[in-house]
């Protein structure tokens, strides 16, 4: 085994933080997977590094899973299902998929991230979430070293959340997954405001024009990490009672707003936080971005725990404010 030592981790999380791995494999077959996890299973899984937030050295062995692949599998008149490995770029998959002409991942255009970590945060944009299109994942049990296949209602998909997040945390690691997709009569979901507007002068508008129109929106209010160290939405969306939402409603008529349902309303955390002051604002390397509120940034020279702390003052002054509570969205290592 190709075991590397004292590794920094800098290139390998989208935040660009600089801690070390004490011992660093990268994997990139499900064979060699079960043979080091059955010598050691106390790991560490690092996939694109792009829902993470580090905030010390890892001591634990750090797999860095590598795993690549596209397969077409049955098709039927107007479905298709494909299964992407782990390791598989999220971004690209979503292009390919989309020059294939395979319909239902387009909203989902720009994710930093890989296939494999996507079902963890059932990662969800513009109207549209993975559990929409997810078939089913294959996955190892670290433990025992087993694969075991893991359906749509076994994964327990929430808002930004699934089994992985809770009772399965830690125990299991995705090799791949498979997405059901159309290839004839695809539904275009194009409810997101800037979309309408981007496609509206198109006759007949494809998934290329949709995922083009994200890709425009995402560009223009997100960073790219590869410019500037980010991990995309840092906190999620808080869903607040409708009573709780009028009262706010009374001190800020234009308070922007998705119904849930009937006695829930989801509020923009991007929103909350600009409120308060926070956009744009930097604390030495650590800051909030100057376009989009909800995503914090490493400036270059960040620790992860100032950035930690930094999450720390927002949801603080939110919840003095609002009376809101906002959860982190990224998993804090």
Request: hydrophobic share 40%.
């Amino acid at each position: 085994m190709n075991i590397q030592h004292n590794i920094s981790l800098k290139e390998y999380n989208t935040f660009g933080i600089d801690v070390y791995a004490k011992q660093f494999i990268a994997i990139n077959s499900v064979k060699k997977l079960v043979e080091i996890i059955n010598l050691n299973n106390d790991i560490f899984l690092l996939g694109g590094g792009s829902n993470m937030l580090l905030t010390s050295d890892i001591e634990k062995l750090v797999i860095h899973l590598n795993l690549k692949g596209i397969i077409v599998n049955d098709t039927e008149k107007d479905i298709v299902y494909v299964t992407a490995e782990a390791g598989e770029n999220w971004n690209e998959f979503v292009l390919w998929c989309i020059s294939q002409n395979y319909g239902g991942l387009e909203n989902l255009s720009l994710i930093p991230g890989n296939v494999g970590t996507s079902p963890i945060q059932n990662i969800g944009a513009y109207g549209v979430e993975i559990k929409d299109t997810f078939y089913q994942l294959e996955a190892l049990e670290i433990k025992t070293g087993k694969t075991k296949i893991f359906t749509k209602d076994e994964c327990n998909f929430g808002y930004r959340n699934s089994i992985f997040k809770n009772e399965l945390k830690g125990k299991y690691i995705i090799v791949n997954v498979t997405f059901k997709l159309t290839k004839n009569n695809h539904i275009l979901n194009t409810s997101y405001g800037a979309i309408s507007a981007i496609i509206q002068n198109k006759k007949t508008p494809t998934i290329k024009d949709v995922s083009d129109a994200v890709i425009a929106i995402r560009q223009s209010k997100l960073p790219n990490p590869k410019e500037i160290g980010n991990s995309g939405s840092f906190f999620k969306n808080p869903v607040i009672s409708k009573k709780h939402f009028n009262i706010l409603k009374e001190n800020y008529p234009k308070i922007p707003h998705y119904i849930v349902n009937n006695n829930e309303i989801k509020i923009p955390a991007g929103w909350l936080i600009e409120q308060c002051g926070f956009k744009g604002k930097r604390f030495g390397d650590a800051g909030v971005h100057s376009k989009q509120a909800l995503v914090l940034v490493n400036y270059g020279n960040a620790t992860g725990k100032e950035i930690l702390s930094l999450s720390k003052k927002i949801q603080q002054k939110v919840t003095e404010i609002f009376n809101i509570e906002i959860e982190i969205e990224v998993n804090v290592i």
